[in-house]
């Protein structure tokens, strides 16, 4: 491996915190980060994706997005299909190797296994993780007549040498995986990428720079000074300009949705049915009369003339318009649509929440709500910022915002996802739910029923709640609590405080008494004799409580978490 790439491998398992000290293993999970950080637009889990250990059938990393989520679980396709009303999947599958030279037979063993992973009849044996991704995979395909288009795949084969194009040996056997793979008759598209030691190289920088686009801003407004702002617009954009904005190079729509914990509606959304109903019409060019367009704030701007290079930017209003727009970016008028545009240029984070809540009137959350959800999600961002020490995170409330600050490490940042996933198994000892129905306790958050980011709600619990997690998730990376029962690790992390303290579930609007509450456990989780201890003993108890933890519907259901609860009773006896 040369210099300069051994130094990009080695900036990527201090800010991933990875344990292993094998070269070939962090090449790959190298690979697998890069790859995955420019075909995805948002922050993910490493061990999700990487499969390469025995019986691997010659992949290293394996992601399946679907509607712009990278599946986890079967569960999630029905969620995703339910809400959205169609499927729009993309397969990635990575190679990594470290010698300097591109070997044929290591390029047939890797698309062999492509094959193979799609194959109804398999021929190699696949270790738990392929045979998860293609469980997955299966559950996708058989819901066919709800696909909108059919899959796209996209393989990458890397190496720390030099790639030649003319190297008619490796292109003969890149062309017969393709048109082998066509014969299978269920891609829309076959993407293969041959990498060497320079373009991936490029392609990891490329994940720690902010995300900037430039495009022709013409038919627009330049609006009076206002405090707080250094520059704003209004204007129309054509959809020719507005797609630089929303679509990355691959095709894939940028993940640039400020302030969104509820995301994209769905096409069964009213608004959104709607929306498409107007692209879809006889009159399209009517669109930007008939919607309230697209908010856009950014930190910095460089112009030249109408041409706009913006930096560091986010929709801030305008996710459902977005969204569609983008289902419907290959229709044969959508070049006559143009979107009304505000720009805002600020690095103020007080202005920026303010003109969120301003814009967003469209969809079915009341102002009050999002202006709660919002406040409080910034809060609780700068509660975790306050944290030092051995237990310092960093709470990511907008995806990807901490990718260029080179002094975070990565590892240390709780997602929104994995904030509600663990808070939500801890304080509502529901983690059957959290490993099911994530969709709908995500529906919920800012209704009236909804017991997560509740206004009132104190911070220590959510940062306890995400500390519980990171820790048991180093446990599982460095080989300290076995791997097997990643599957049920918000069955853990339900028992952990409970084995913690004696004290009662605090109300969660009482400072002092949840602060009474999770502050020992903060200290338990910040002594790793003690963390591990307590965390075996969770562990023991679902042991003991006789449940499969194999079992994947068992799992799903309100009965595991009774009968592991039951098996803590027991232990609270002997």
Excluded: W
């Excluded at 889990?45 to 599946?71: E, F, K, M, P, R």
């Excluded at 996708?140 to 909108?148: D, Q, V, W």
């Excluded at 509606?265 to 107007?278: D, E, F, L, R, Y």
């Excluded at 009304?340 to 600020?346: E, F, H, S, Y």
């Amino acid at each position: 491996m040369d210099r300069i790439t051994k130094q990009l491998v080695a900036d990527l398992v201090k800010t991933q915190e990875l344990k292993s000290n094998k070269e070939s293993e962090q090449f790959e999970e190298f690979c697998n980060y890069t790859v995955l950080s420019n075909e995805y637009g948002k922050t993910f889990d490493l061990t999700n994706v990487s499969v390469g250990s025995g019986q691997d059938t010659g992949i290293d990393g394996i992601a399946i997005i679907v509607n712009g989520h990278l599946i986890e679980e079967v569960d999630e396709i029905d969620d995703l299909l339910a809400n959205n009303g169609y499927l729009d999947a993309t397969y990635l599958f990575i190679q990594a190797k470290t010698s300097s030279c591109f070997k044929t037979q290591e390029m047939h063993s890797f698309y062999f296994g492509i094959n193979d992973f799609f194959s109804e009849e398999s021929t190699l044996p696949r270790n738990r993780e392929i045979s998860k991704a293609i469980e997955i995979s299966e559950q996708i395909l058989n819901n066919a007549s709800e696909f909108k288009g059919n899959p796209k795949v996209k393989s990458f084969f890397i190496t720390t040498g030099i790639y030649n194009e003319e190297d008619k040996n490796v292109s003969s056997v890149r062309d017969k995986f393709k048109s082998d793979l066509k014969l299978l008759n269920i891609f829309d598209s076959i993407d293969v990428n041959i990498l060497g030691s320079n373009e991936i190289g490029k392609l990891y920088r490329k994940t720690k720079n902010p995300i900037s686009t430039t495009f022709n801003f013409s038919n627009k407004v330049t609006l009076q000074d206002i405090d707080g702002i250094n520059q704003s617009y209004y204007g129309v954009l054509p959809f020719n300009e507005f797609k630089k904005i929303l679509i990355g190079d691959n095709d894939n729509i940028n993940n640039i949705f400020d302030d969104n914990v509820r995301d994209f509606q769905g096409i069964n959304n009213p608004v959104n049915k709607s929306i498409a109903k107007t692209i879809e019409g006889e009159n399209p060019d009517l669109f930007s009369v008939l919607n309230n367009g697209v908010a856009i704030v950014a930190n910095t701007i460089k112009t030249s003339g109408n041409t706009f290079t913006i930096f560091d930017y986010q929709i801030v209003n305008g996710c459902q318009t977005s969204n569609v727009l983008y289902d419907h970016r290959h229709d044969q008028d959508i070049d006559k649509i143009n979107i009304p545009l505000r720009l805002i240029v600020t690095d103020d984070e007080d202005v920026k929440s303010k003109i969120t809540v301003s814009t967003n009137n469209q969809t079915a959350i009341k102002k009050e709500q999002l202006s709660a959800m919002s406040n409080f999600q910034k809060n609780l961002e700068h509660y975790y910022l306050s944290i030092e020490g051995e237990g310092k995170l960093y709470y990511e409330r907008r995806s990807k915002q901490y990718n260029s600050d080179r002094s975070v490490i990565k590892r240390r940042i709780i997602t929104v996802p994995i904030q509600i996933k663990s808070f939500s198994s801890i304080f509502s000892k529901n983690p059957h739910h959290v490993t099911s129905y994530f969709g709908n306790i995500v529906k919920k958050i800012g209704e009236s029923g909804s017991s997560i980011f509740k206004s009132d709600h104190q911070y220590a619990s959510y940062y306890m709640s995400g500390l519980c997690f990171y820790r048991l998730d180093s446990f599982f990376n460095s080989g300290m609590i076995d791997s097997k029962y990643r599957k049920v690790k918000f069955f853990i992390l339900m028992l952990f405080p409970l084995l913690a303290s004696e004290e009662e579930l605090p109300p969660l609007n009482s400072q002092k008494k949840v602060e009474k509450y999770c502050i020992p456990i903060i200290d338990k989780l910040n002594n790793q004799d003690d963390a591990i201890k307590l965390f075996q003993d969770a562990i023991d108890i679902i042991d003991c409580s006789g449940i499969d933890i194999e079992d994947k519907q068992l799992i799903k259901s309100k009965s595991m978490t009774e009968k592991i609860l039951a098996s803590y009773n027991n232990k609270l006896k002997t």
